[in-house]
């Protein structure tokens, strides 16, 4: 999976689908609705041609019933009309940054919890310290659901990431400031894919 957060989100969404990724994730928390929805459009488009899902990060105001589409929310802003506003045949995951604070949740109707960040990251600086590969051990024990694992993971990192438990990542850096995105995307997937084998 790779999370966009850049000026050129659709070019960028396009070179990391070429490279390989399954799933796109646009994350912008301050763009305004209409040109955050032209975006999307543009990306959910790019998604249907490489057969990629599509995900929407925290703006719930774009979300149209036509749009089949991802949501994740973070769990300060979660609450239980979002599933209401969404509809049911929506797909939602819930951004959480401890285990703790998956325990706070009960009865969570989410389909996938993006839990982070793993490792240092310049996007999550003042979030306080990374929560570490056991974090994601411990949380995927205690959930039927898929666990991405989110924040500072790298080809070189990707692996333990999913020995450790993990059902995907999220990554921005790795992608959107490699010198070849392409080559970046296919590089964490062949890391992640070997896990798996």
């Keep these: 999976m790779t999370a966009t957060n850049s000026s050129c989100p659709v070019k960028q969404s396009e070179k990391a689908l070429e490279g390989g990724a399954h799933m796109i994730q646009l994350r912008n928390k301050t763009a305004s609705g209409s040109a955050l929805y032209d975006w999307a459009v543009d990306i959910q488009k790019l998604c249907r041609i490489y ?14 019933p036509s749009m089949p589409t991802v949501f994740i929310l973070a769990s300060k802003i979660f609450q239980p009309p979002a599933r ?11 951004s959480i940054s401890s285990s703790q604070k998956l325990k706070k949740q009960s009865g969570l109707d989410v389909n996938y919890v993006g839990l982070g960040h793993i490792y240092p990251t310049s996007s999550k600086q003042k979030t306080g310290r990374p929560l570490g590969i056991s974090c994601i051990t411990e949380v995927s024990r205690h959930l039927s659901i898929p666990v991405i694992a989110i924040g500072g993971i790298t080809a070189s990192n990707a692996g333990e990431v999913v020995r450790a438990g993990a059902s995907g990542i999220a990554v921005i850096s790795a992608v959107a400031e490699a010198p070849d995105p392409r080559k970046a995307t296919s590089e964490l997937i062949q890391n992640m894919q070997s896990c798996l084998q």
């Excluded at 057969?51 to 149209?64: C, Q, S, W």
């Excluded at 209401?84 to 819930?94: C, D, E, P, Q, V």
Aim: charged share 25%; glycine share 12%; aromatic share 4%.
């Design 51 to 64: 057969g990629a899902i599509f995900i929407v990060n925290d703006r719930v105001d774009i979300a149209l």
């Design 84 to 94: 209401k506003l969404l509809g049911k045949n929506k797909i939602l995951g819930m």
